[in-house]
């Protein structure tokens, strides 16, 4: 990888940990604030979905040591995963359906997302690519946000209310901790390393 292309995926991975922010920010404001902020909110996490399978897109090229199959697998999960959050955000935003289920997409889009994030993490760390720290916090964020796929058969049962909503549905709401807190953290950290210290993937 050329500098010129890892200064791009740096820029591309701060501009995920901004969105990021801006989503944690709407969502206090939705709360303290106003629900003005709620569609905002809704907006950003879609768009934050998006730039993940861009970034997905923009690094898979320089991993080239692991299994070919193994490296699709995760980038089409990465991109299928994006296309559920960004109908997440959709179904809520035109209100299509209550915040419930457009949520439950939303963070079964980010679960498969989490595929893709152990993934590349677990190329990284078998090859010295970033960090270890870096890598292994990746891993663990990936881990949690595949908690999600709970979130599956509250979408089959077309669940819209948290109270009809069984148990298992209810705890994919934790995997928020990883997509929508940690998530961001790891990119930004992951950003800064590329532009700073020219840190890029080693399969160039």
């Known amino acids: 990888m050329d500098a010129a292309s890892g200064r791009s995926i740096g820029r591309l ?3 995920i940990g901004m969105v990021g922010l801006f989503n944690v920010l709407t969502i206090m404001l939705m709360y303290t604030v106003s629900g003005f902020f709620g569609p905002l909110n809704d907006f950003g996490n879609g768009v934050a979905g998006i730039l993940i399978a861009v970034l997905a897109w923009r690094i898979y090229p320089f991993f080239r040591e692991p299994s070919q199959h193994l490296r699709l697998f995760a980038l089409i999960a990465a991109i299928v995963g994006a296309g559920v959050v960004v109908l997440g955000s ?3 935003i035109f209100g299509v359906t209550g915040w419930v289920l457009a949520g439950l997409v939303t963070i079964l889009g980010y679960a498969v997302i989490g595929f893709w994030v152990v993934a590349i993490n677990y190329f990284a760390q078998g090859s010295n690519t970033w960090p270890l720290g870096l890598a292994r916090f990746g891993l663990v964020i990936g881990m949690i946000m595949m908690i999600g796929l709970f979130a599956g058969p509250g979408i089959i049962r ?3 209310s948290l109270v009809a909503a069984a148990w298992s549905v209810r705890l994919a709401y934790a995997s928020g901790l990883g997509w929508f807190l940690l998530l961001p953290v ?3 950290w992951l950003g800064r390393r590329l532009l700073s210290e020219g840190l890029v993937p080693r399969g160039a």
């Open 90 to 92: 959709v179904l809520v």
């Open 158 to 160: 077309q669940v819209d």
């Open 186 to 188: 790891w990119s930004t």
């Open 13 to 15: 991975a701060i501009a």
